[in-house]
């Protein structure tokens, strides 16, 4: 790919499907301020090819990165903290958003997004402004208020007596999993899953799930 022309912005595009590459290669080129740097499907070479090809934005599919891979953002973040990461092609899901919000994500945009909202998204981002759906965004406020609204060292250890299979479940839930997806690992029924979900969460005090992930975490509890 040609080098990078001033007053450009470069992208790196992640999506497992060629055409989409190809697709989106084909809209971001024809806008004349961003230029595609990189292009690739996920895969253990995929950190060190967006280090060669420096971009200002990383543009996540949801088919390259779900929800219990999200990790990835965490080392994208880690290793190269001035690019920044814009999600195309999610579920409107607040777990799915706030998971990818904490592991650093700056962009989130739902699987009906228009080219044009896309492009948009990318050069908001590469401006430093945090783009989500309206509605997420409220998401985000009500995580914030709950977490100020609990007291330093959330969890006390004496509250925190899990069973192996509450440990394994806080785990699982930590990873991204979805009950569904838990109870498939298990070999449980998805009922039993939620069964065992609504114990920890009543034993731990905790109001959902991802807190009660938070709450183990300040434990010291290895997720």
């Known amino acids: 790919m040609k080098p990078p022309s ?24 024809k806008t004349g301020d961003l230029q595609v ?37 965490r080392e994208v973040h880690a290793a190269l903290p001035e690019v920044k990461v814009l999600m195309i092609g999610m579920e409107p899901d607040e777990e799915c ?11 989130y945009i739902l699987n009906d997004a228009s080219a044009t909202e896309v492009v948009a998204g990318i050069r908001a981002v590469a401006g ?7 509605w997420l965004c409220r998401a985000l406020f ?7 609204r609990q007291a330093p060292g959330p969890l006390p250890r004496q509250r925190s007596g899990l069973t192996r299979r509450e440990q394994q479940l806080v785990s699982l839930i930590g990873r991204g999993l979805t009950n569904k997806q838990i109870a498939g690992d298990l070999g449980l029924s998805e ?14 005090g ?7 992930v938070e709450f183990c975490r300040a434990q010291g509890l290895s997720l």
């Open 6 to 29: 001033s007053g450009t912005t470069e992208v790196f595009l992640l999506a497992e499907n060629r055409l989409l590459r190809e697709a989106l290669t084909r809209i971001l080129t």
């Open 37 to 73: 740097v990189g292009a690739a499907p996920l895969s253990a070479q995929t950190l060190g090819q967006i280090a060669a090809a420096r971009p200002a934005v990383l543009v996540l599919d949801s088919f390259s990165v779900v929800l219990s891979h999200l990790e990835f953002i």
């Open 97 to 107: 958003f706030l998971r990818a919000v904490r592991e650093g994500a700056a962009g």
């Open 128 to 134: 430093g402004v945090a783009v989500c759906p309206p």
């Open 142 to 148: 009500r995580q914030i208020a709950r977490s100020g």
């Open 191 to 204: 009922q039993t899953v939620k069964n065992h979900v609504h114990r920890m969460l009543r034993k731990l």
């Open 206 to 212: 905790a109001n959902d799930r991802l807190s009660a």
